[in-house]
């Protein structure tokens, strides 16, 4: 007889493969956010030391950059908890 906190082997299998899609999921959107926030910063660097021309549409990308990457930072540490 199995202990009562034992899974079946098909919970098992699925437990698994939820953990697995679980950490591809964090990989993929911790690659975006570095990609990203690469991207704005090269932008930024641009637009400010070599083309001297910083406008409005850089404002906006810099707060939505900001707005993003907020709730992406939160996800992450909460699910670092559940690893």
């Given at each position: 007889?199995?202990?009562?906190?034992?899974?079946p082997?098909?919970?098992?299998?699925?437990?698994?493969?939820?953990?697995?899609?679980?950490?591809?999921?964090?990989?993929?959107?911790?690659?975006?956010?570095?990609?990203?926030?690469?991207?704005?910063?090269?932008?930024?660097?641009?637009?400010?030391?070599?083309?001297?021309?910083?406008?409005?549409?850089?404002?906006?990308?810099?707060?939505?950059?900001?707005?993003?990457?907020?709730?992406?930072?939160?996800?992450?540490?909460?699910?670092?908890?559940?690893?």
């Amino acid at each position: 007889m199995s202990s009562p906190g034992a899974l079946p082997a098909d919970a098992k299998a699925v437990e698994d493969k939820l953990n697995f899609l679980f950490n591809v999921a964090i990989g993929v959107t911790a690659a975006m956010l570095v990609t990203t926030s690469m991207a704005v910063a090269l932008r930024t660097y641009v637009r400010t030391r070599i083309v001297k021309t910083f406008g409005w549409d850089d404002i906006t990308m810099l707060m939505a950059q900001v707005c993003r990457q907020v709730p992406i930072r939160y996800m992450l540490s909460s699910c670092s908890f559940f690893l």
